[in-house]
């Protein structure tokens, strides 16, 4: 079962996605320019999704026209937007900079009826802790959009079947062990012991399993 399920991730087709890059001021645009397209190579490398990086978008629809695009908030421009490129989800962001703590916002739109598949919102102080926290939220998008598509599935809770198949258990074998000591009991009856001291041993034996 497990080999089979294996399989049949291995072998599902991942998800088209496209990246517009993150939106950022004028002075944080290197920087918002690396992530963005650092997000969109994480997200293809964990093989649930393939994202087209935001230079490839620009390259394909244009610079102008996907700004223009991705200025407007209507479902209709998401879906134009999407439908140049082929792909069923586009994924957008922010950097932004307040003194020394980074804002980073990153979300993900279902293509066809605009609705959001993950978003997210983190700030950090320094560059490094962006490329740590870009590479984390890639992973979490991903898997966000492969649920989304039902490309995987969530792992169903057994606990409270664990739990049942335990009861189970244990209904059984105290009812084993009570059926014991209940035969035990019969047999002191019938075996009518002659002395005392073989009576208080066949009794204490069956009362043992009993209270087991």
């Given at each position: 079962m497990l080999t089979l399920l294996l399989g049949s991730l291995?072998?599902?087709?991942?998800?088209?996605?496209a990246s517009t890059g993150l939106r950022s001021t004028p002075e944080n645009a290197a920087v918002a320019r690396s992530l963005g397209n650092t997000l969109a190579q994480r997200m293809t490398e964990t093989g649930f999704v393939k994202v087209t990086t935001p230079d490839d978008v620009a390259a394909v629809v244009g610079l102008e026209r996907q700004r223009s695009l991705l200025g407007c908030a209507e479902s209709a421009c998401i879906a134009e937007l999407a439908g140049?490129?082929?792909?069923?989800?586009?994924?957008?962001?922010?950097?932004?900079?307040?003194?020394?703590?980074?804002?980073?916002?990153?979300?993900?739109?279902?293509?066809?009826?605009?609705?959001?598949?993950?978003?997210?919102?983190?700030?950090?102080?320094?560059?490094?802790?962006?490329?740590?926290a870009v590479d984390r939220l890639a992973s979490?998008?991903?898997?966000?959009?492969?649920?989304?598509?039902?490309?995987?599935?969530?792992?169903?809770?057994?606990?409270?079947?664990?739990g049942l198949g335990v009861g189970v258990v244990g209904a059984g074998v105290g009812g084993v062990l009570l059926g014991l000591a209940a035969a035990d009991d019969a047999a002191l009856r019938a075996k009518q012991p002659a002395t005392f001291p073989e009576a208080v041993t066949l009794k204490n034996a069956g009362q043992l399993k009993q209270g087991a």
């Open positions: 291995l072998a599902a087709t991942p998800v088209e996605l140049a490129l082929g792909v069923k989800a586009l994924v957008s962001g922010e950097l932004s900079k307040l003194g020394d703590v980074f804002q980073l916002t990153v979300k993900v739109l279902d293509a066809q009826s605009a609705a959001t598949i993950f978003s997210a919102l983190e700030r950090h102080t320094g560059e490094a802790a962006l490329l740590s979490a998008a991903a898997r966000a959009v492969a649920l989304h598509f039902s490309l995987i599935a969530e792992k169903p809770n057994l606990a409270p079947m664990v």
